[in-house]
C-alpha cells in the first residue's frame, strides 16, 4: 500500500482541505467507534466543534491517505514549545494491524523533517493517552515512543465523572 501525507493548511485564503471533507473525517471516527478513544475528554463531540478544533491556529493538521485518495489516518501537533509539540494521532480500521505503526512512523518523520531557515523545528514530540486506553498505549510504545509513567488523575476515563491516569510519552529526532 502506498500513501501521502496531505497538510491542512491555508494558503491565500483557501484550505488545502475542503471543510467537507474534514467533517467527513469526523464521522469516520465518529462511525467507526473511535470518537470516545481519540476524544477522551468528550469536549469534541460534534462536526462542527472538530472543524472548530482543527482549524485554530495552534493545531498543526495533517492526513494521510491511500493510493486511491481513502483518509486512512488523521493527526496533528499542537502545545508548540521552541522545540517540542505534543502529538494526536487517529488511524482508522482498515490499516489497523496492517499499516498503522509504519503511517504512524512517517508522519513523525514528517514532522521531525520541519525547518525553519535549514535548522530544524522539533527535537522531541510527546504525547499523552489515558493510561485505560491499552491500545493507544501499546500502538505508540510500537511507534518508538518512551513511556515516562503515568499521572494519577489527569484524564477523563470512560466514566466521564471519574478521572484517570495519563501516560506520559516523547520521541526524540533520530530516536
Known amino acids: 500500500m502506498n500513501w501521502r501525507i496531505i497538510p491542512y493548511v491555508e494558503n491565500n485564503g483557501m484550505r488545502s482541505i475542503t471543510d467537507e471533507v474534514m467533517l467527513s473525517i469526523f464521522h469516520k471516527i465518529e462511525d467507526s467507534g473511535l470518537k470516545e478513544m481519540f476524544f477522551y475528554s468528550g469536549e469534541i463531540d460534534t ?3 472538530f472543524l472548530f478544533l482543527v482549524k485554530a491556529k495552534q493545531n498543526f493538521v495533517n492526513i494521510v491517505v491511500d493510493e486511491n485518495d481513502n483518509i486512512i489516518f488523521v493527526s496533528w501537533l499542537n502545545d508548540f514549545g521552541p522545540n517540542f509539540a505534543f502529538a494526536h494521532f487517529c488511524a482508522f480500521p482498515e490499516i489497523f494491524g496492517t499499516y498503522s505503526v509504519q503511517v504512524g512512523k512517517d508522519v513523525l518523520k514528517y514532522w521531525f ?3 525553519k531557515d535549514g535548522e530544524p523545528i522539533l527535537d522531541t514530540i510527546m504525547g499523552k ?3 485505560v486506553n ?3 498505549v501499546h500502538y505508540i510504545k ?3 515512543l518512551t513511556i515516562l509513567g503515568t499521572i494519577p488523575h489527569l484524564a477523563h476515563g470512560p466514566d466521564k465523572n471519574k478521572r484517570v491516569g495519563d501516560v506520559i510519552a516523547y520521541i526524540t529526532r533520530g530516536g
Do not use: S
Open 47 to 49: 462536526p462542527e466543534k
Open 113 to 115: 523533517n520541519f525547518e
Open 129 to 131: 493517552v489515558p493510561a
Open 134 to 136: 491499552t491500545k493507544a
Open 142 to 144: 510500537k511507534l518508538g
